[in-house]
C-alpha cells in the first residue's frame, strides 16, 4: 500500500511555498492589471527613479567589466540596487515604466518568503502562513509594488535580512552568518534608510548571542593570526582590488577617495576572506565574517561615493537641509506622524485595531504565563527582534525631518506578523482564529475596493475626519493609495505624450538640432520629471528642463527665452513665491518681451480644472550663434546693470543670449525699420546706456542709423559673427548746435566749428560721456580719416578713449561736401575702475592706414598740435 502518511508529510511542508507563490501570482496578476489600466505616474520620485533605471540600463547594455564598475558608482546620492534590478527586465522585455515595475514581483518572493521562514520560526508554520497573507494584503506594500520606488526593494531586503539574523541562531551557524552577512551587505545598497531598520534588531541579536562572550575570550586569549591564510587573504583582497579597479582606474580617480579606494577595498576584502578561513568558527568569529562580507560587498558604492554618508547625517535631521526643514520638538505633528499614517495608510483602520486587539492577546498571554522582566529577556531572540523591528525605526524617523509616509513601509511586515502572532496567541482561541479570519476577509475586500475605480464607491462613502487620526476613512487611504484611472491618476492628465509629440513633429520639420522644453509646472500629475521617461526612451532630440522650483531664487523670466518650448500652469505645489508670480504674469498681462518672443501653441485643459499652457519660440536660431554669443553673454553678464537697456536687432539672438549669460539689463526686440522710431525715442529716454546686440539675419542697419544720429556710440566688438556695441544717452532731441565755438583747423582742408560737452556735470564709473562734435570740409578732403576722442588723467596717460569714422561710419569724410555741416557724436565710457578725480577730453583726426595724425591749429599764430583738448570733467565715486 501507498505510504500515504509520508505523502500527507510531504504535502504539509510544501503546501506554505504553494500558498507563498500563489500571493506573488496574486499580487503579479492584478499589479499588471492595474499598470495596464494607469497611464499617469503621479509624484516626482517615481518618474524620477524610472530615468535613473534607464541609465543603468544604457551603463550595462551590453554587460562589460566597466559597465559593473560604473554602475556601481553611477549615482552620487543613491545606492544601485533598486535601479540595477530592472535592467534584466529591460534586457529581456524591453524597456517601458511598466516592465520596470514589475520587477516588484521578485522581491514580493522574496518579502513573502521571509516573512514566512521568520514566522515559521517564531510559532511554527502556522503563523507564518497568516504572517504571509497579512503582508500580502498591508494597503501600503501592495500599493508601493505597483511603483518603481526603492522602498519596496527596501522592505523585502529588510524582511530577509532579518529572517537570516533569526535562522543563523545566534551566529552558531557557519552558512547561516554568511547569509545575513550577504543579505546586510545588498540591503545597504538599496536605500539609505535601510541601516534604521535592521540597526535595533541586529544589536538585540548579538546582545542575546555568545558573540560577545566569545570575543571576549580571544581576546583574553590572545589574538593568534594565522600566516598561510593571512597570505591567502592579502592576496585574495589585492587581487580582487586590482581586477575591480584595472581597467576602471580614469574613472576611479575621479571619485571621492580617489587613489585611496585600492588600499581600502583590499583591506577590507583581505579581513573578509581571512574571517571566512578561520576555523573553529565560534558565534564571534562567524559575526565577524557576517559584518565583514557585508561591509565589504556595501563598500562597492559607500567608499567611491563616501560624501553621501555626510549627506546622511546631515540631511536626515535637518542640518544645512537644502529644503530649508527643520525638525519641530514643540509640535505634536512631530510625534504623531508615523503612528497616524501607520493607520491611515499603512495598514488601514480595521488592520489597526485588530493590531491593538493583538497586542492586548499578547500581554494576556504573557500575564498568564507569569512571565517576568527576566524570563522576557530569557525568550527567544526572535521575538525580540520582531519586536523592535517597528518600534526602532519608528523613533529614529520621528526625530528626523524625513516625514514621508512609505519611509516606514519597511516597517510594516513586522506589525503584520505581531497581529498574525497576537491573534494566535489569544487566549481565547475561537475569538483570535476569528478575528483573523476576519483580518483576510477585510483584507481581500480593502484590496479590491482601494485598487480599483468601479469598486471604490465605499471607500469614499465612509471616510470621515478625527482629531487624531485627521482626514481617515475605514478603508485604507493616502497619497500611495492610488487608483490606476482615477483622481490623481485620472487619464486626462496624461498630456505629456501629446506635448513632446507636437514638438518632435515641428522639430524634424524644420529640421534643428535638440530643443529645449523649460517646464514652469510642479505638480504630482505635471512637472518636468513626468516628461523624462518619455524623453529617454522616444524623444531622445528633447531635453526638459524643471523650471519651476527655482532653488536658485529670483525672478525666473530672464532664463525663460533660452527654451524653444515653455510648458506652464497656474495652480502649483510647493510655489516659489517668485516662480509663481512669473506665471502669473504672464498668464494675466505677459510682458512686453514675452509677447515678442512666444507664441502659444496650445491648451491642455486638466481634470482639475486648471490648464497646462505650451509656448513656443517664435524665432529658431542657427546653432552656429550659441557659440557666437557665449563670450558677448558673458560681457553683457559684466557689464550691462539694471538700468541700461540691451537692443536686440534681431529676434533670434534672444534663445541663445539667455541660455549662455544672466543679463540684468532690460531687453528689447526691434524691428529694424521706420516703425521703431518711437520705440528707441521712448528706451533712449528711460536708459542711461544702451547695448546693442546685432548678428543673425538682421544686421540692425536702421537702429544703427538712428543711433549714430540721436545717441552717442562708445564702444564696438565683435564675437565671431555677433556685434556688440554701447551707446551713451541723453535728453532728446540731441544739440543740433555747438555751446562752444572753436573754428580750429585740423589739417588744411576740415575745420572743426565746434563742440558740446555737458558741463557742470559729475560723472561716475560706467558712464558714458557724450560729446558732439560740428565738423565742416573747407576743401574737398579726398581721403577717409578716423576720429579720436581720448580721456587723458592729469599726467596726461589715456584712461578711456573712442575711435570711429564721422557718425558712426555713416559720414565717412571722404564723402563729405565742401562747407556741409556735418554732426558727429561720440560716447566715452568711463571705465568702473576709474579714479576719482578732474580728466581732460582732447579730441584729434587720423589716418588709419598709416596712424599719422593731422595737425591742430587753433590760430595761426599758434604752433601746431596733434589734438585739441576741448573740455574736462570731474569723476565722482
Known amino acids: 500500500m501507498p505510504n500515504t502518511s509520508g505523502q500527507g508529510r510531504w504535502f504539509v511542508r510544501l503546501a506554505p511555498w504553494l500558498l507563498i507563490l500563489g500571493l506573488v501570482a496574486f499580487q503579479a496578476v492584478n499589479n499588471w492589471l492595474w499598470l495596464t489600466k494607469n497611464v499617469v505616474i503621479p509624484g516626482w520620485d517615481r518618474p524620477a527613479h524610472l530615468g535613473r533605471s534607464l541609465a543603468y540600463y544604457a551603463t550595462l547594455t551590453p554587460l562589460s567589466w566597466q559597465g559593473l564598475f560604473k554602475a556601481s558608482v553611477q549615482d552620487p546620492i543613491r545606492p544601485p540596487l533598486p535601479f540595477v534590478s530592472a535592467v534584466p527586465l529591460y534586457w529581456v522585455f524591453g524597456t517601458s515604466a511598466d516592465v520596470a515595475t514589475m520587477v516588484n514581483v521578485v522581491y514580493w518572493l522574496i518579502l513573502l518568503a521571509s516573512v514566512y521562514g521568520l514566522g515559521a520560526h517564531l510559532g511554527g508554520r502556522r503563523l507564518g502562513v497568516w504572517g504571509a497573507i497579512l503582508v500580502a494584503l498591508t494597503p501600503l506594500l501592495y500599493a508601493l509594488s505597483r511603483s518603481f520606488y526603492g522602498e519596496f526593494v527596501l522592505t523585502a531586503m529588510v524582511a530577509l535580512t532579518l529572517y537570516l539574523l533569526v535562522a543563523n541562531q545566534g551566529f552558531r551557524q557557519r552558512g547561516g552568518a554568511v547569509g545575513f552577512g550577504l543579505a546586510l551587505g545588498l540591503g545597504m545598497l538599496t536605500t539609505r534608510t535601510y541601516p534604521v531598520f535592521v540597526a535595533g534588531p541586529v544589536a538585540i541579536a548579538v546582545l542575546r548571542s555568545d558573540v560577545l562572550r566569545s570575543l571576549w575570550q580571544r581576546l583574553r586569549g590572545g589574538i593568534r593570526l594565522s600566516l598561510p591564510d593571512l597570505l591567502i587573504a592579502v592576496g585574495g583582497g589585492v587581487g580582487v582590488a586590482g581586477l575591480w579597479l584595472l581597467s576602471n582606474l580614469t574613472l576611479a580617480r575621479e571619485l571621492g577617495l580617489g587613489v585611496w579606494l585600492f588600499p581600502a577595498w583590499s583591506a577590507l576584502t583581505a579581513v573578509t576572506i581571512y574571517l571566512l578561513l578561520r576555523k573553529p568558527r565560534d558565534p564571534g568569529v562567524n559575526c565577524l565574517s557576517a559584518l565583514s562580507l557585508a561591509a565589504t560587498i556595501a563598500s562597492v558604492w559607500y567608499l567611491p561615493r563616501i560624501e553621501a554618508i555626510r549627506r546622511i547625517l546631515l540631511y536626515g535631521f535637518g542640518v544645512s537641509d537644502p529644503r530649508q526643514r527643520r525638525l519641530d520638538l514643540a509640535s505634536i505633528y512631530t510625534y504623531t506622524y508615523y503612528p497616524r499614517i501607520t ?341 533712449a529716454s528711460e536708459h542711461r546706456r544702451l547695448f546693442v546686440l546685432s548678428g543673425g539675419s538682421n544686421p540692425g542697419n536702421f537702429i544703427k542709423g538712428w543711433l549714430n544720429r540721436y545717441a552717442y556710440p562708445a564702444s564696438e566688438r565683435w564675437f565671431g559673427s555677433v556685434k556688440l556695441a554701447i551707446y551713451g544717452t541723453t535728453p532728446l532731441p540731441p544739440p543740433e548746435q555747438a555751446s562752444q565755438m572753436w573754428g580750429v583747423r585740423l589739417g588744411d582742408r576740415i575745420e572743426l566749428t565746434g563742440t558740446d560737452l555737458p558741463g557742470g556735470q559729475s560723472f561716475k564709473p560706467g558712464d558714458v560721456v557724450s560729446l558732439t562734435l560740428f565738423w565742416q570740409a573747407r576743401l574737398p578732403v579726398g581721403q577717409t580719416l578716423k576720429v579720436f576722442v581720448h580721456l587723458l588723467d592729469p599726467q596726461g596717460r589715456l584712461v578711456a578713449q573712442h575711435d570711429s569714422e564721422p557718425a558712426g561710419g555713416q559720414q565717412p569724410t571722404s564723402s563729405w561736401k565742401v562747407d556741409e555741416p556735418i554732426v558727429d557724436r561720440h560716447g566715452v565710457l568711463l571705465p568702473d575702475e576709474l579714479p576719482t578725480g578732474r580728466y581732460q577730453i582732447v579730441v584729434g583726426l587720423y589716418d588709419p592706414v598709416n596712424g599719422d595724425r593731422l595737425p591742430v591749429t587753433a590760430s595761426p599764430s599758434a604752433l601746431p598740435a596733434d589734438h585739441l583738448v576741448v573740455g574736462a570733467l570731474s569723476v565722482g565715486p
Not at 638 to 651: R, V, Y
Request: proline share 7%.
Open 343 to 683: 493607520v491611515n495608510e499603512g495598514l488601514g483602520l480595521v488592520f489597526a485595531v485588530l493590531l491593538v486587539v493583538a497586542v492586548i492577546g499578547i500581554a494576556a498571554w504573557l500575564v498568564r504565563k507569569r512571565s517576568t522582566g527576566r524570563t522576557l529577556w530569557q525568550a527567544d531572540a526572535a521575538w525580540w527582534v520582531l519586536l523592535l523591528w517597528p518600534i526602532v525605526p519608528c523613533l529614529l524617523l520621528t526625530f528626523s525631518i524625513y516625514k514621508e509616509s512609505r519611509a516606514f513601509a519597511p516597517a510594516l511586515p513586522g506589525l503584520a506578523l505581531i497581529l498574525a502572532a497576537g491573534l494566535l496567541m489569544m487566549p481565547w482561541r475561537r475569538l483570535g482564529r476569528a478575528m483573523l479570519g476576519l483580518a483576510v476577509v477585510w483584507g481581500l475586500a480593502q484590496f479590491v475596493v482601494i485598487s480599483y475605480a468601479g469598486a471604490n464607491g465605499p471607500a469614499q462613502e465612509t471616510q470621515f475626519w478625527s482629531p487624531v487620526l485627521g482626514q481617515a476613512g475605514l478603508f485604507a487611504r493616502g497619497v500611495h493609495l492610488e487608483l490606476p484611472d482615477a483622481g490623481v491618476t485620472d487619464p486626462g492628465y496624461n498630456i505629456q505624450p501629446r506635448v513632446l509629440a507636437l514638438i518632435d513633429t515641428r522639430q524634424q520639420i524644420m529640421n534643428r538640432p535638440p530643443v529645449r522644453l523649460g517646464v514652469l509646472a510642479h505638480t504630482a500629475q505635471i512637472n518636468a520629471g513626468s516628461f523624462f521617461y518619455l524623453v529617454l526612451t522616444r524623444y531622445p532630440r528633447i531635453e526638459v528642463v524643471d523650471l519651476a522650483p527655482n532653488y536658485e531664487g529670483g525672478d525666473p523670466t530672464p532664463r525663460l527665452y533660452g527654451y524653444e518650448y515653455l510648458l506652464l500652469k497656474r495652480h502649483n505645489e510647493e510655489r516659489n513665491a517668485q516662480t509663481q508670480a512669473a506665471i502669473d504674469r504672464i498668464l494675466d498681462d505677459a510682458p512686453r518681451l514675452f509677447k515678442d518672443a512666444f507664441a502659444l501653441e496650445g491648451t491642455y485643459p486638466l481634470p482639475d480644472g486648471d490648464v497646462a499652457y505650451l509656448y513656443r519660440l517664435r524665432y529658431w536660431p542657427d546653432p552656429a550663434l550659441y557659440q557666437d554669443l557665449t563670450q558677448a553673454s558673458q560681457a553683457l553678464t559684466q557689464e550691462a546693470h539694471g538700468d541700461d537697456a540691451l537692443l536686440l536687432t534681431s529676434p533670434e539672438l534672444l534663445a541663445p543670449l539667455s541660455r549662455t549669460g544672466k543679463v540684468e539689463a532690460d531687453i528689447y526686440i526691434l524691428a529694424d525699420d521706420a516703425a521703431a522710431r518711437q520705440e528707441l525715442e521712448r528706451i
